[in-house]
Nanobody, 122 residues
Framework: QVQLVESGGGLVQTGGSLRLSCAAS????????MGWFRRAPGKEREFVAT????????YYADSVKGRFTISRDNEKNTVYLQMNSLKLEDTAIYYC???????????????WGQGTQVTVSS
């Protein structure tokens, strides 16, 4: 079983930045593909970004491309999401996701974190 614990959420103004972290335990971190999803108020959970096991291949949703950066540190068993130029529509609960395969769909994710709230205000 994999445990995922997110941190770094909070309140930020439009145009600001936040960095989310997700610490993983319970399995060899470098064996896992890691990603981030989010659920905005009144909407379904959606894909945000993913990174492969070695950290050299990433993929983003069009809505965040060029503003968000996903990265991982296999020594620290942690994945990050650097969020810049935040917009009101980025307000959501952000969930860390771990998978044994490349995952951009909800059903492809094997493990979920509990989520961290990000609120962007004007």
């Amino acid at each position: 079983q994999v445990q995922l614990v997110e941190s770094g959420g909070g309140l930020v103004q439009t145009g600001g930045s936040l960095r989310l972290s997700c610490a993983a335990s319970g399995r060899t971190f470098s064996e896992l593909y890691m990603g981030w999803f989010r659920r905005a108020p009144g909407k379904e959970r959606e894909f945000v970004a993913t990174v492969n096991r070695s950290g050299d291949i990433t993929y983003y949703a069009d809505s965040v491309k060029g503003r968000f950066t996903i990265s991982r540190d296999n020594e620290k068993n942690t994945v990050y999401l650097q969020m810049n130029s935040l917009k009101l529509e980025d307000t959501a609960i952000y969930y860390c996701a771990a998978s044994t395969k490349w995952a951009t769909k909800l059903y492809e994710v094997d493990y979920w974190g509990q989520g961290t709230q990000v609120t962007v205000s004007s």
